[in-house]
Nanobody, 123 residues
Framework: QVQLVESGGGLVQAGGSLRLSCAASGRTFSSYVMGWFRQAPGKEREFVGA???????TRYADSVKDRFTISRDNANTVYLQMNSLKPEDTAVYYCAAGRKYFAPSTSSEYDYWGQGTQVTVSS
């Protein structure tokens, strides 16, 4: 059974940084892509970025490019480093996994989801 557990959310001032973690378990993820999504109150869930586990290939939404970085380690954990945070980055952030040979930005392409972690950026 696949489990994705996010952690690292919290309250930070604008311009600050946070690092989110997503601990994945339940299978070998070498053929998976790991995505990060976020959902603000009253808005649809939106793509933040993704990483292909085997190659380390990453892609990002334009809104976070050059501010956010996704990485992974050898212990089945994926990270989302968020720098230069803005109030509009406030949302619940979700980790997702999908067995894909590309890095999709559509949430329906992902099979497994974490419970989410709240990120609040104050102005």
């Amino acid at each position: 059974q696949v489990q994705l557990v996010e952690s690292g959310g919290g309250l930070v001032q604008a311009g600050g940084s946070l690092r989110l973690s997503c601990a994945a378990s339940g299978r070998t993820f070498s053929s998976y892509v790991m995505g990060w999504f976020r959902q603000a109150p009253g808005k649809e869930r939106e793509f933040v970025g993704a990483i292909r586990w085997s190659s380390g290939y990453t892609r990002y939404a334009d809104s976070v490019k050059d501010r956010f970085t996704i990485s992974r380690d050898n212990a089945n954990t994926v990270y989302l480093q968020m720098n230069s945070l803005k109030p509009e980055d406030t949302a619940v952030y979700y980790c997702a996994a999908g067995r894909k040979y590309f890095a999709p930005s559509t949430s329906s392409e992902y099979d497994y989801w974490g419970q989410g972690t709240q990120v609040t950026v104050s102005s």
